[in-house]
């Protein structure tokens, strides 16, 4: 393939999901050709997109034939994963995180193929969960790798804070844990970060980064979720609080079960997450000052996190949420 035309190739994975999709749609309106790689791809979605192909493919297969996949697909400029876990469950996390990514990175290097974008999360630099240790294992391959990369840790999605629309708008309170205060982030919309994503690939200062990345500031704490949200529903404000140590102290007792388990090892896991959500920020942490910065953290785009309540808010199906997790 002519080097001019494989300029334009980029192999995409994860395009089925909240960004990857966004991701997808960004590049064709970009005008490069873009070959999907995954599972699902039969999705309707896609057929309304010019210049895509699919190839279905189990990524997280321990023996992918990468010289027969090489004959299928063709040379590329790039690929970007837009992969994730889709629960977080302990073996899932370590096949999609790490072993799909792997088999990326050795498909991109067969190929030959010198540019890697991986979305990745800003929790993973404070790493305690399954999914966090398998993305940052991946990171460091990749960075080990000779692949000119980009590393991109997104703070909260917008679907990650939609979870309690519903019961807002049916008149139920809006829960908090601890004070409210304790975490904070910057939600970034997933049109912004696509745009964010495929800026990776013709910026040179984003080559060879690990790139934090927020929606516009200043940073929320859920409180302040809270009240955006009543005032956009034009209700008066109700939080009911919850200790966050709940979901540590059922993750602890669930502990000695998990040997005879892995469903209970995974619920155990979901029990950690939450807790982690729900004790930690989506900001960079400033190590010197041994906290989270709402300073430290880069911001990207225009859209705002009360547009989209505003907008969710007016939808009359309600399972067109959006919604992520009925957590957060
Ligand atoms: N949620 C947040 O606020 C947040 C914040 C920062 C970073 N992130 C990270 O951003 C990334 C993308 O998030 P997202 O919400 O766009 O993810 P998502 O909607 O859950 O999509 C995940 C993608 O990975 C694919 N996938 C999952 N398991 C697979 C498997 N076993 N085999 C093949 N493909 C599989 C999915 O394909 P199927 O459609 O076939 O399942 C889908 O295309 C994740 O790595 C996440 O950790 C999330």
């Not at 994730?84 to 193929?113: H, M, P, V």
């Amino acid at each position: 393939m002519d080097k001019l035309k494989e300029h334009k190739v980029i192999i995409l994975s994860g395009a089925t999901g909240y960004v990857g999709f966004q991701v997808l749609v960004e590049l064709v309106k970009r005008g490069y050709k873009v070959f999907c790689v995954g599972r699902n791809l039969e999705d309707k979605r896609f057929l309304q997109q010019s210049g895509v192909n699919f190839f279905d493919l189990d990524l997280t297969s321990g023996n992918l034939k990468l010289d027969e996949l090489k004959k299928k697909i063709p040379n590329a400029f790039a690929v970007i994963s837009c992969l994730g876990s889709r629960k977080g469950e302990i073996k899932d996390s370590w096949n999609i995180e790490y072993t799909a990514n792997k088999n990326l990175l050795n498909f991109a290097q067969k190929i030959k193929c010198n540019k890697f974008i991986l979305l990745s999360a800003i929790c993973v630099q404070k790493p305690r969960l399954c999914f966090q240790k398998a993305k940052l294992a991946f990171e460091k391959e990749l960075k080990a790798s000779n692949l000119e990369y980009s590393i991109v840790r997104p703070t909260a999605y917008f679907k990650s804070l939609a979870g309690q629309i519903k019961n807002v708008k049916d008149g139920k309170s809006f829960v908090v844990f601890d004070s409210g205060l304790n975490t904070a982030c910057k939600p970034i919309s997933r049109e912004d970060l696509a745009v964010f994503i495929c800026n990776c690939l013709t910026t040179q200062e984003m080559q060879c980064k690990v790139l934090p990345i927020g929606g516009p500031g200043p940073a929320i704490t859920p409180l302040d979720q809270a009240r955006i949200l009543f005032e956009k529903a034009q209700l008066p404000t109700r939080i009911t609080k919850i200790p966050s140590f709940l979901f540590l102290l059922f993750s602890y007792f669930l502990t000695p079960f998990c040997i005879f388990s892995n469903k209970l090892a995974d619920y155990r896991e979901f029990l950690r997450i939450a807790h982690y959500y729900a004790t930690e920020s989506m900001l960079v942490w400033n190590s010197e000052e041994n906290k989270y910065s709402d300073r430290d953290t880069p911001e990207f785009g225009q859209d705002l996190l009360d547009n989209f309540y505003e907008h969710t808010l007016r939808k009359t199906d309600k399972n067109d949420y959006g919604v992520d997790t009925k957590l957060f």
